[in-house]
C-alpha cells in the first residue's frame, strides 16, 4: 500500500474555495429574497412578529408580572435606542 503525502489528499478532495455560509447567501441573494418580499408589504416579516408574539403571550397567562415587566424594559430600552440616534443625528448631520 503506498503511503501518500496529507498535502497531496487535501489537494485532491478541496476542490472548492471555502467560503462563509453567510457570505455565500447574501452574495447569492439567497438569504432575504424568499424572507421580505416587497410585492407583499412585509407580510412575512408582521409573520414572523407573531411567531414571537405567540409565546409571550402565553407566557403572559401564567407570569403576567414578569412579561409586564419584561415587555416595558423592552420598550424603554428600544425608545432610548430610538431617542439617542435622533439626537445624533441632529447634531450630526449628514454631509453631501
Not at 489537494?11 to 429574497?33: G, Q
Not at 408582521?46 to 403571550?57: A, R, T
Given at each position: 500500500?503506498?503511503?501518500?503525502?496529507?498535502?497531496?489528499?487535501?489537494?485532491?478532495?478541496?476542490?472548492?474555495?471555502?467560503?462563509?455560509?453567510f457570505r455565500?447567501?447574501?452574495?447569492?441573494?439567497?438569504?432575504?429574497?424568499?424572507?421580505?418580499?416587497?410585492?407583499?408589504?412585509?407580510?412575512?416579516?408582521?409573520?414572523?412578529?407573531?411567531?414571537?408574539?405567540?409565546?409571550?403571550?402565553?407566557?403572559?397567562?401564567?407570569?403576567?408580572?414578569?412579561v409586564l415587566?419584561?415587555?416595558?424594559?423592552?420598550?424603554?430600552?428600544?425608545?432610548?435606542?430610538?431617542?439617542?440616534?435622533?439626537?445624533?443625528?441632529?447634531?450630526?448631520?449628514?454631509?453631501?
Amino acid at each position: 500500500m503506498a503511503h501518500r503525502n496529507l498535502d497531496e489528499i487535501v489537494s485532491d478532495t478541496e476542490h472548492a474555495r471555502p467560503v462563509h455560509p453567510f457570505r455565500a447567501l447574501i452574495e447569492n441573494h439567497c438569504y432575504l429574497d424568499s424572507f421580505v418580499d416587497l410585492k407583499q408589504n412585509g407580510m412575512s416579516l408582521l409573520l414572523m412578529d407573531g411567531l414571537i408574539l405567540v409565546p409571550v403571550i402565553m407566557f403572559g397567562f401564567f407570569y403576567p408580572r414578569q412579561v409586564l415587566l419584561t415587555v416595558g424594559v423592552i420598550l424603554l430600552v428600544v425608545f432610548a435606542i430610538y431617542e439617542s440616534f435622533v439626537i445624533w443625528r441632529r447634531r450630526h448631520p449628514a454631509r453631501n
